[in-house]
């Protein structure tokens, strides 16, 4: 591990300091890295711990995320750690299924998330100039007088003395945090700037083993009534990931509730391994909290930025986290390419204006799509209800009702005026299916398959007003929450 720079800096100061070596972290290590300068930069790039992570986030890497990694020059990462090809998605509703496959042969990838870390982390730590360091940040460190960041205080594990530890200053011309989802630093940094995390609801996560899903190497979304959807995508030869969404307040019996009122409602071929995956699995939850980001630079703290889930958090539904953070770092490399002096804070602030801006085009559309999908996929009102069912019937038409959202999802298609047309479309077809579709009714206590008779249209067009109006509180602001410039 490491250090390539020419640099006559005393060995505690670098060009920048990145805190955590996660998804975020690692590509910006790298990116950094390449940047065409003289000579490499001197990164420090410190991790609270670099054995292997066991988490159940960032499994499912969308096209998006691999074309961005192609660029980044790490694609190499997904290779050598059981990989599994992901080629669509298929939702079920009510035991069928619609198939919503990836156009044009674009692949995503699935693996177990702590392989993917690893494998990232060996290129970060390889990379000239990168020197990676074992050390929990505890703290930013100010000048007493202009509050500027110049640096990090991190606690270091020493080799070999398992319980030893040492208080380091650590020193930089620009710091930068990419410590998560749990971040320690967001508020500092942004100084009161932007909105706060909201936690909707909890994935809870199992491993299924050895189970086929209705379309194989596809990701797999039920959706169940009462709860939030459940997504099932394999994430090595004989391993399955199983993420239920459960919303807040979270019921205080986990497996009791997954057992009794999730499972009856999966693929019937699911269900033996999901009892298994129960019974001798430990349980693990994580919160999905949304966080729109908030511009950094001249009304933020001077000498340091946030990114990654830090700074930006959406809805894991759509698998769209690491898609946009590996994005960022393609859009930050090519801005700091210009970059002269990296203590220079006016400089900086103009480059983190910029990316704000440009990285919209992916990130906005992203960062929506996951909450209002979310919103329909796990409606808990009459309303978002008829917009599930518009929505499921919406994919059944095929052709651009599925490839145009689905490229959007996967990040290969950027524009949040197309997710705004197809979002609305969805409304309308659901509005009109209302009217024009038969459904399940109950005429002298047996069940009848008819459309609705022309004495039911009153109710009908009150409804698809609540209908209409729901769809426009669930999108607009999440559109405001993207485009608002303080
Ligand atoms: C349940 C769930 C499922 C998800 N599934 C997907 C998915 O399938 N696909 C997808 O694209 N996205 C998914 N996401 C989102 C994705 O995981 C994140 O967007 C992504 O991991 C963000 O990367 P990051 O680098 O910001 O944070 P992380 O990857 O979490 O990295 C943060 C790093 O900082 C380190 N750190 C923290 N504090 C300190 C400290 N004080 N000192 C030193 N180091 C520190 C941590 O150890 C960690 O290594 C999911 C999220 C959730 C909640």
């Keep these: 591990m490491q250090l390539a720079s020419s640099s006559s800096m005393p060995s505690n100061h670098y060009d920048v300091i990145i805190v955590g070596a996660g998804i975020a972290g690692c590509a910006l290590a790298q990116a950094l890295a390449t940047l065409k300068r003289p000579a490499p930069l001197r990164v420090c790039l410190l991790e609270r711990s670099l054995a292997e992570p066991d988490r159940i986030v960032g499994e499912l890497l969308q ?51 702590g392989r993917f870390i690893q494998s990232l982390r060996k290129k970060a730590r390889t990379a000239p100039g990168v020197e990676a360091v074992e050390a929990t940040v505890s703290e930013l460190v100010e000048c007493p007088t202009t509050g500027r960041v110049l640096g990090v205080r991190a606690t270091r594990k020493t080799e070999g003395e398992e319980k030893a530890v040492h208080k380091e200053t650590f020193l930089a011309d620009l710091t930068i945090v990419a410590d998560g989802c749990f971040s320690n630093f967001r508020n500092t940094v942004l100084s009161g700037a932007g909105m706060k995390p909201v936690t909707k609801s909890h994935f809870v996560g199992i491993v299924l083993e050895d189970v086929e899903l209705p379309i194989p190497k596809h990701g797999t979304v039920v959706l169940v009534k009462g709860h939030g959807p459940v997504l099932l995508y394999q994430i090595a030869g004989h391993d399955t990931r199983m993420l239920v969404d459960l919303k807040v307040p979270l019921p205080s019996d986990i497996k009791q509730v997954i057992l009794d009122e999730i499972m009856p409602q999966l693929p019937t071929s699911l269900q033996d391994p999901v009892c298994s995956a129960l019974a001798k699995d430990r349980i693990r939850r994580m919160p999905n909290t949304f966080l729109p980001p908030a511009e950094q630079g001249h009304h933020t703290k001077e000498g340091v930025f946030l990114v990654g889930d830090s700074w930006n958090m959406r809805h894991p539904l759509t698998g769209g986290g690491m898609t946009v953070a590996f994005n960022d770092v393609v859009v930050l490399q090519d801005l700091l390419n210009d970059v002269e ?39 808990d009102d009459e ?18 009702c599925i490839r145009d959202p689905v490229s959007l999802l996967a990040g290969i298609e950027q524009s949040t005026l197309l997710l705004a047309r197809h979002f609305f479309a969805v409304a309308l077809y659901a509005i009109w299916a209302m009217f024009a579709h038969r459904r399940w009714i109950t005429v002298d206590e047996k069940p009848v398959y008819v459309k609705p008779g022309f004495e039911e249209y009153p109710i009908l067009f009150f409804k698809c007003i609540r209908v209409f109006w729901t769809a426009c509180v669930v999108f607009l602001p999440l559109v405001w929450t993207e485009v608002r410039w303080w």
């Excluded at 050598?80 to 990838?109: N, Q, S």
């Excluded at 400089?347 to 999908?373: C, G, P």
């Design 63 to 113: 096209p998006g995320g691999v074309e961005a990694l192609r660029r980044l020059g790490m694609v190499s990462c997904l290779e050598g750690i059981d990989a599994v090809p992901v080629r669509g998605y298929c939702v079920v509703l009510d035991g069928k299924p619609v198939h919503i496959p990836y156009p044009d042969g674009h692949e995503g990838r699935s693996f177990h998330h």
């Design 341 to 379: 002096d990296f203590g220079d804070w006016n400089e900086i602030s103009q480059v983190l204006h910029r990316w704000h801006w440009r990285r919209k085009q992916f990130a906005s559309t992203i960062n929506i799509l996951s909450v209002a999908l979310y919103d329909l996929f796990g409606a």
């Design 383 to 400: 309303s978002l209800a008829v917009l599930r069912v518009g929505c499921f019937k919406y994919f059944e038409l095929g052709g651009n």
